[in-house]
């Protein structure tokens, strides 16, 4: 039985679970679930990832966390009872996992590593908050340690950045719009601040930028590892300052005993120190660590016999220094200990010893050395910053360790209260000692003691250093004979505070014998008080102290007797009558000197602060006393703070008239110093003496008194310095007037209470009078003024103590009032008065809404005028912000309507001015580059834009009633809705929030849709009928465009997760806007027709965003248009025009984002089914031209899409040329644009010129000349044009035009330019011009004749399939090939352009299945074009070059031939059966034109009879003889006679061994001729033809005979003798043959009368005449680039090549196939031998000389280009013959045999 669920509301999935019972619930481990029900063991619910889909899951496989449950039943929501930082870390994990897989596949490994730690760490930061044992401190550090790399982790991912405050994500609903933006900018910042070093992170938070933090060093000994001594040592550890030449803390002391250890077995692993309270400024200083070693034990260490064993001396040793400057950044960098090794260095000198360690750190080595082992003291160092507390909080460990706490010497640089300090540092500086009649110097040691009044020796005060306790008395170390000691040796005496007056020092100074009894005997002593007689202490000083004489039975017990005596110069003066017979005689040539520093926070070394806290004492001196405070030091003063405010105060009760003025500046003297960032930790002492120790209550009359006495004399006085000061000082003035009242009041019962008022209001009255001063001329009143507002604020919570919160919101009111207005001030006066309004906006006092309605109204009167200046614009927005923030925390309360009223009166029309100005500012500096300033821009435009959307988001219907009502015009209220909709286009367009600011987006958007709400309807009643204004409506309408399109509300491209969070929160704020703004649209009525066609582009826009409700709405609005424009003029040509034109400028200029790419799909919704457009349109009377303007427009968006894609992305320029064409083409026929069309001719011409088309390029620019005519119509700047007459333009295009095709060598396209621009010139009598224009004319007929050109090869290409672009899907194209490019290499750069596509390995046409399939198919082969200029080519005298370029230009018609058998084969000659499939293209354009390849517009098909195909072979022979023989008999080619001797000796070797003789027996065979009776005049068309050939070969023969190389005579003798047997086997076919032989017998028939027996060929041949044959082909431009044969073979090669599986017939078929087109079975491969004669460089074509069956160039690759154009070497005879020894035969089993060679090549290439 399932039940509802009590408790068991939410869990964590820890195990995943298939969902493998029915109805279960897949689940992954980690998700999280929502329980409604359970039963035995198993819980029903849903999964948060999807909440739409419940089942059934095992209960044990879920974690139950704690919940809250609210709206309990059906639509409960659950909530995890959870920190919010955990559940954020939980969403965010989980958000980044995906990322994060990606970072790897997208190769951003450093990334990915990076984001793994972090998110290790997160997961570990997360557990030990879910652990619950931190205390409230580590919870806080582990929070923020998760803020910051949660928020480092989304900065380098490009997710949104998550606003805080104290670590917490805010609620955006629940603050201003301004506090969202500065946590915005401070989450940014601490985001910025981050390093990439996610572990460096330091919080940005809760530091008080104005507290200096300390720095710590602790140090730890490990060991003294080199200690080879053999004694006891003192190390002793202190900083030392080398610039200042002093130590700057106490000493730290190790006692190691002779092993090395130390002597106190207790502090093994505890020698350790914290050096406190170094300031950032120390840390700066050349500070060193300075160690000196002192040993214990005899007076010298080498000598045994020096002093007894039992005395032990205190001896120098050694000294080891480290710099810290040079390990501080390892230290910052570490966070923990580092070791590190110091060698210890002893002095060469022991006089010296004092200053061994300066002489280490400046290297002077002479006077140290070095030790002989490398070890040292090994010591760690580890840097900590913060206060005490903190330090100790952060290491416990450290502390445990019996830490030595080591202080600076004086105080630190904030010197806490509580910190109570007493310490005497004594310096032993150095002593003169006489030799006293000895032979060598002393040996002195000095022993201190420190005696009380009484002569008691005091126990344990005095200190050799931390670490170690303290001791009775002090003994020096001992240099060794030294008369001259300098020891420098610091003590620290920490006496007893009550000890401290009557106590004095005694030091006592021994010679230390080293004789055998080695015994210490004193010969004098010095003393010093500790205190002076007027209880001042021993002053910071060197004191040099007399030495008096005594000796070892010498008593001190009656210290009376020496302590009368003077101690030292300044004694000696000060008591001048001493008696000479005292016992103990000064020694007056030896001294002693020592200096002291005084620590204390009890003890004082002032006279004048004695005087004044002595004051009864000397009440004479009073006005002198205070006087002199102002000269004692802070330090002095903070320590006895409480006592010198007492006797100030009872100095003032004791006469007030006499001292009240200067106990007035003493106390403001005191109250300023506390102002010192040093001392401004005492503010809460001087807080508390104020509330618990005070006790003047009738101060405040005289308090009042003075501070308005200083007021009203800032008016004359030139010189205000101590005016300013007590402005400065005003509130702690205005807390002891308050304290004194409370105190008198409390006393008398409240007694004066009106008095009281009264002097507060008259004071009042005198600050006014102050502020109200004209201070432009005098800058001391003007420093008076500012001090005295950067004050006043701070005397509010005082005064209402006092006060009702009205009654001080009044003084507030009148103080403020009283300031000039913003014109009579300075600019520096400006800013003050502005600091000093926010701070009274930021006090207590303005969060009492009673003081807000009194003060509220002047603030925002200030700030009007300032913002109407443009000045001091950031201080400004910071008060707007915070009186925000207020209205925001209390907007439950009612007066809130009221303040809210009152900031849309003052401030609504002035921030928008002001926001347009600051945005046109921006938007100008970012034009001039360089000149941003990003305080000006960036942070003002966001700061005014959060105050903006702070108001409106406050504002309720009554406020936009109020507001609208207001308006005193029309005027008014237009000028207003055109300033904000401007503000709010501005918004979206300059992006002000960075695009990861996704709440403060959001938000906006949601405010600016809320307002168009509250405004449309004004709009709608004010402007729409008589009164109708395009202005604003325009406005309105692309605002609400813009606002659809913004980025940050494309909801299809955020995650699922976000998506719903926002659709929860806002809903899809575009279809809110659509739908005003079609409510707006049909609104308008007849005024629609303003809007055409300024509107369709942007509504088209916003028909782009993907949303189908948005696109809905706005269909109708189109529909709307047209019917409009129909309805005016009769016709809808704008809408057509403007949204052609719209389309085509969204989408190929490439505007907008991937949505863009289901344009398509989205015109389908526009004009495709219901509610289309389309199936609007059908139920108008405009239905027909409705119909074909939207077909029209969805074809030209198929094109346009396919440009899009074309011309984004890595696409070949080929696809990008075709694409433009198409487009351009469809500009022109299709919709008639002209400016489109031109347009496009220009990207076309440019993209022909990156791909260096220039042919192509002159063809495109010239359709543009073409629309130009040779007039003088003035034409507009347009594109890169300037404004120019028609004349001028189109002269500039031919010329352009004429440059490109020089350029692309098609030198005879240029020439009938030449020639226009010529008759132009002469009719314009511009000579000049001519004559250039008819040079260029003539250079281009040289370079014609001259230079040489490639034929370029065509190919055809088939695109089936629908994957293709639209403008090539299932079409077929001829192209003209690049030059050297053959059919492989241009069937790989085809397949390389369409990498998915998939090459058909036939030639024949492809069915449905393949034209319709979801795929790319390519077919590609070889074809030849057919030319238009045929009598050209029919010339004979007419140079090959310039043939050349007629057969391969202006060609539009191409064909390719298959052959294949009809009927039986014949097994005996094949040809009588072998039918050719002729296929004629025609294209849409000539090629070259303005693409490399055209449309196929026509194919026909045509069938060749055997008998026709052999006409057409031998005849085209007959051609290529005549056409060679021309050109030797016109020395057109010269010298080379080979290609003469290659082309005869393949006709006639081949005519012997039975090439036209197969022609013989297959057609004039008695069978065929009775079978075939039709075919009569046909055969004799063939017998004629074979005649002619005889008689051309013999006119050959004779021009080969006179050219031929003496070298080749052989080879000419053997085609003699073969002509010979060729005429022979035709003798009886065709009688009389033998009186055509002019080669036989030696004589030569003139030329002319051979050639013109030859009857010319009709054009219903020409037009079958392969472009291989001696009619295309006439010299050596083509020789060996393809077959000298027939078209016939050529084809036959083509299907060869790709294989065509649907013949049915094995590759030797096909074979037989190429042989039989021509009867000739010899000459298998022959090209090969052709290309060595014709080129040094040997070719792999395979075409014949004579054979027809030679597959050709096209299908498989020939010579390259290269070797076409070199004029053919002279090879030797023997190469010749050699070359030419092919086999004979005729069976057609041997043709086979010797056809594998080739027949394998071709299979190669299938």
């Known amino acids: 039985m399932w039940t509802p669920t009590e408790e068991e509301k939410y869990g964590v999935v820890i195990c995943s679970f298939r969902g493998s019972v029915p109805q279960g619930l897949v689940l992954e481990i980690g998700e999280t679930v929502q329980i409604l029900e359970k039963c035995e063991g198993w819980y029903r619910g849903v999964s948060t990832k999807k909440p739409n889909v419940k089942g059934i899951f095992p209960a044990n496989y879920i974690h139950l966390k704690k919940a809250i449950v609210s709206n309990r039943g059906q639509y409960e929501t659950v909530v995890p009872l959870e920190d919010s930082i955990v559940t954020e870390v939980t969403a965010t994990l989980q958000e980044w996992a995906s990322l994060w897989k990606q970072l790897y596949v997208k190769h951003k490994v450093d990334l990915f590593y990076k984001l793994r730690h972090v998110m290790n760490e997160l997961i570990d930061l997360r557990r030990q908050l879910l652990s619950g044992h931190l205390t409230q401190d580590q919870v806080r550090e582990v929070k923020r340690h998760i803020t910051v790399r949660l928020d480092w982790g989304n900065e380098h991912l490009g997710l949104d950045l998550v606003p805080r405050k104290d670590f917490e994500v805010v609620d955006a609903d629940q603050i201003s719009v301004s506090d969202l933006y500065k946590m915005h900018l401070s989450s940014r910042q601490s985001v910025q601040q981050s390093t990439s070093q996610v572990d460096t992170m330091r919080p940005r938070h809760g530091e008080t930028c104005r507290i200096p933090v300390p720095h710590h060093f602790f140090l730890s000994l490990k060991s003294f590892t080199y200690n080879t001594i053999g004694e006891d040592t003192d190390v002793f550890f202190s900083l030392y300052d080398m610039r200042e030449g002093k130590q700057i803390s106490e000493r730290f002391l190790v006692r190691l005993n002779k092993n090395g250890g130390p002597r106190n077995p207790e502090k093994i692993e505890r020698m350790c120190a914290l050096f406190t309270d170094l300031s950032s400024k120390d840390m700066k200083r050349d500070l060193y660590i300075v160690a000196h070693v002192i040993r214990i034990g005899r007076m010298l260490l080498n000598d045994s016999k020096k002093g007894p064993a039992h005395l032990h001396y205190r001896r120098p040793y050694g000294c080891a220094v480290l710099s810290i400057l040079d390990v501080l950044q390892s230290l910052t960098e570490l966070k923990e200990e580092k070791d590190f090794v110091l060698k210890v260095y002893t002095c060469n000198n022991e006089s010296e010893w004092s200053q061994i360690h300066e002489n280490i750190i400046r290297k002077s080595s002479a006077k140290y050395s070095a030790p002989s082992a490398s070890h040292g003291l090994i010591i760690s160092l580890q840097l900590l910053r913060g206060d005490m507390e903190q330090i100790r909080r952060e290491n416990p460990m450290i502390f445990n ?54 002569g008691e020796i005091l126990k344990d005060c005095i200190s050799l250093g931390s670490g170690e306790p303290n001791r009775s008395s002090y003994h020096s170390f001992v240099l060794y004979h030294s008369n001259s000691p300098r020891w420098g040796e610091i003590i620290k005496l920490p006496i007893p505070i009550d000890r401290f007056r009557g106590s004095h020092l005694r030091f006592e100074f021994r010679h230390c014998s080293t004789k055998d009894k080695g015994e210490k005997k004193l010969f004098g002593f010095a003393f010093s008080p500790l205190m002076r007689d007027d209880g001042t202490t021993l002053s910071d000083d060197i004191h040099e102290l007399y030495v008096y004489k005594c000796d070892e039975n010498s008593t001190f017990n009656n210290h009376a007797l020496y302590l009368g005596l003077p101690c030292c110069k300044e004694d000696y003066n000060g008591c001048p009558n001493i008696p000479s017979s005292l016992i103990f005689q000064r020694s007056t040539k030896e001294s002693f000197f020592i200096s002291t520093q005084l620590s204390s926070t009890k003890l004082t070394q002032n006279v004048d602060l004695l005087a004044l806290l002595k004051w009864k004492a000397f009440p004479d001196r009073i006005m002198d006393i205070l006087g002199r405070l102002r000269h004692v030091s802070g330090e002095e003063i903070v320590k006895f703070l409480q006592d010198i405010l007492d006797t100030l105060f009872v100095i003032l009760d004791d006469n007030t008239e006499k001292y009240g003025l200067l106990v007035f500046q003493s106390l403001v003297f005191i109250i300023n110093l506390l102002r010192d960032i040093k001392y401004f930790h005492f503010r809460p002492v001087m807080d508390t003496y104020i509330q618990k120790h005070f006790a003047g209550a009738l101060a405040y009359k005289e308090l009042i008194r003075c501070l308005k006495w200083y007021m009203d004399c800032s008016a004359e006085l030139i010189r205000q310095d101590h005016i300013q000061e007590a402005m400065r000082a005003l509130e702690y003035l205005f807390k ?56 006043f604020p701070t005397i509010f919570d005082e005064l209402l103590q006092m006060f009702t919160v009205q009654e001080v919101a009044e003084f507030v009111r009148g103080t403020l009032g009283s300031m000039p207005s913003t014109v009579h001030i300075g600019q520096s006066m400006d800013v003050v008065k502005l600091q000093s309004i926010a701070r009274t906006v930021d006090s207590r006092l303005f969060s009492f809404s009673e003081s807000r309605r009194i003060l509220l109204p002047v603030v925002l009167h200030h700030i009007h005028l300032h913002l109407r200046q443009q000045k001091e614009l950031l201080i400004c927005s910071g008060i707007l912000g915070s009186i925000f923030s207020i209205v925001k925390t209390s907007s439950l309360e009612a007066d809130v309507m009221e303040e809210v009223e009152m900031m849309v009166e003052s401030l609504l029309d002035v921030l928008l001015q002001t926001l347009l100005t600051i945005m046109s500012k921006s938007h100008a500096q970012e034009a001039v580059r360089g000149q941003r300033c990003p305080q000006c821009t960036a942070e003002i435009t966001g700061e005014y834009v959060s105050c903006l959307l702070s108001l409106l988001r406050q504002m309720c219907d009554t406020h936009y009633q109020h507001l609208l009502d207001n308006f005193q015009s029309k005027d008014e209220l237009k000028e207003f809705l055109l300033k904000i909709f401007c503000v709010f286009r501005n918004l979206m367009k300059m992006s002000v929030f960075p695009r990861d600011w996704m709440v403060m987006r959001l938000l906006t958007s949601n405010i600016i849709v809320t307002t168009v709400q509250y405004l449309s309807s004004a709009l709608h009643k004010n402007f729409t009928e008589t009164d109708f204004d395009f202005k604003v409506w325009n406005s309105y309408f692309s605002l609400a465009v813009l606002f659809i399109n913004q980025p940050s509300l494309q909801l299809e491209i955020i995650t699922s997760t976000k998506r719903k969070k926002i659709l929860d929160k806002y809903g899809d704020m575009r279809v809110m806007m659509a739908y005003e703004l079609f409510s707006m649209w049909q609104n308008l009525g007849e005024h629609k027709i303003h809007f055409i066609p300024g509107m369709i582009g942007p509504f088209l826009g916003v028909t782009l965003v993907p949303q189908p409700e948005v696109r809905n709405i706005m269909i109708p609005i189109f529909h709307d248009m047209m019917d409009w424009e129909q309805r005016k003029n009769g016709n809808f040509k704008q809408v057509e025009a403007e949204l052609i034109d719209k389309l085509d400028s969204m989408v190929s200029e490439g505007k907008g984002d991937e949505s863009y790419r289901e344009l398509f799909g989205l015109l389908t919704q526009l004009f495709g089914p219901y509610p289309s457009l389309l199936e609007k349109v059908e139920q108008e009377t405009w239905r027909e031209t409705g119909i074909s303007f939207v077909t029209s427009v969805t074809r030209l968006m198929e094109r346009l899409l396919d440009y899009r894609d074309c011309m984004k992305g890595e696409e070949t320029e080929n696809k990008k040329i075709g694409c433009t064409v198409n487009l351009m083409n469809f500009y022109k026929s299709e919709i008639n644009k002209e400016e489109m069309y031109i347009r496009y001719i220009h990207k076309l011409c440019d993209m ?53 095709f020089n350029k692309g060598k098609s030198w005879e396209f240029g020439i009938p330019l030449c020639r226009e621009l ?73 397949l390389s352009e369409f990498p998915q596509a998939v090459a058909m390995q036939h030639p024949n046409h492809p069915d449905d299945t393949i034209l319709q399939c979801d795929a790319q198919y390519l077919q590609i082969y070889a074809v030849t074009p057919i030319p238009d200029y045929v009598d050209v080519l029919q010339m004979d005298r007419v140079p090959d070059r310039v043939k050349s370029f007629y057969r391969v230009n202006n060609v539009r018609k191409f064909r390719y031939d298959r052959p294949f058998h009809k009927g039986p084969k014949d097994k005996e000659n094949e040809f009588k059966s072998l039918w050719i499939e002729r296929t004629t293209l025609t294209l849409t354009h000539s090629l070259p034109g303005i693409s490399r390849w055209f449309e196929v517009e026509r194919r026909e098909l045509v069938e060749v009879s055997p008998l026709e195909n052999a006409i057409q072979v031998v005849e085209n022979k007959n051609q290529e003889l005549r056409a060679l023989i021309s050109q030797y008999q016109h020395k057109q080619v010269h010298g080379n006679i080979n290609l003469l001797s290659m082309c005869l000796n393949g006709v006639i070797d081949a005519a012997v061994n039975g090439g036209i003789a197969r022609y013989q027996e297959a057609f004039f065979d008695k069978d065929y001729i009775t079978k075939h009776p039709g075919d009569a005049e046909k055969i004799t068309q063939l017998k004629e033809l074979m005649q002619e050939q005889v008689h051309v070969l013999g006119v050959g023969l004779a021009v080969h005979e006179k050219f031929v190389h003496p070298e080749m005579r052989p080879l000419h003798k053997k085609l003699i003798d073969q002509f010979q047997m060729m005429r022979a086997s035709l003798y009886h076919e065709f009688p009389g043959l033998d009186k055509l032989s002019p080669a036989c017998s030696g004589t030569s028939t003139p030329r002319g009368n051979v050639l013109a027996s030859h009857s010319p060929m009709s054009p219903e041949n020409i037009k079958m005449t392969h472009r291989h044959s001696p009619m295309n082909l006439m010299g050596t431009g083509r020789h060996s680039s393809s077959s000298l044969s027939s078209h016939t073979s050529s084809e036959a090669g083509n299907v060869v090549m790709l294989g065509d599986s649907s013949m049915g017939e094995a590759p030797e078929d096909l074979y037989h196939h190429m042989q039989l087109a021509y009867p000739n079975p010899r000459y298998q491969g022959s090209v090969t031998n052709v290309s060595v004669l014709s080129s040094s460089q040997a070719s792999p074509s395979s075409s014949s000389l004579s054979s027809t069956h030679s597959a050709p160039s096209q299908m498989i690759t020939s010579a390259p280009s290269s070797a076409r154009a070199r004029k053919p070497e002279r090879p030797t005879v023997a190469v010749m013959e050699r070359e030419m020894q092919w086999p004979t035969g005729k069976s057609l089993s041997r043709q086979q045999k010797g056809g594998k060679a080739a027949t394998g090549r071709i299979q190669t290439f299938t």
């Open 401 to 454: 360790r019996g830490l030595a706490i080591t202080r600076k010497l004086g105080f630190p640089d904030v010197i806490m209260p509580g910190d109570i300090r007493n310490d005497l540092y004594l310096t032993l500086e150095k002593g003169d000692f006489e030799r006293g009649g000895k032979s060598v110097q002393k040996n002195i040691e000095v022993t201190m003691y420190v005696l009380y009044a009484d």
């Open 1318 to 1390: 010529a008759c132009q010139y002469e009719s314009l009598y511009d000579y000049q011009s001519l004559s250039w224009i008819r040079k260029m004319e003539a250079s281009y007929y040289d370079n014609i004749t001259e230079q040489q050109r490639l034929e370029p090869e065509f190919f055809r290409v088939g695109f089936y399939g629908r994957k293709f672009p639209f403008f090539l899907r299932n079409k077929e194209y001829v192209c003209r090939g690049h030059d050297y490019e053959r059919l492989e290499a241009f069937q790989q750069r085809m």
């Open 1248 to 1300: 022909h010129l990156q791909a260096e088309n220039y042919t192509e390029a002159a063809f495109t620019l010239l359709l543009y000349c073409e629309l130009l005519q040779w007039e003088e119509r003035p034409l507009r700047e347009f594109l890169h044009y300037p404004s120019q007459t028609e004349w001028q333009r189109k002269e500039g295009l031919c010329r352009k035009i004429i440059h490109y």
């Open 736 to 791: 002891f007037i308050v304290q004194s009242r409370i105190l008198y009041s409390r006393a008398t019962c409240g007694m004066e209470e009106e008095q009281f008022r009264s002097s507060i209001q008259e004071l009042f009255q005198s600050i006014r009078f102050v502020l109200s001063l004209d201070s432009r001329n005098s800058e001391t009143l003007l420093f008076t003024q500012a001090a005295l507002l950067n004050s």
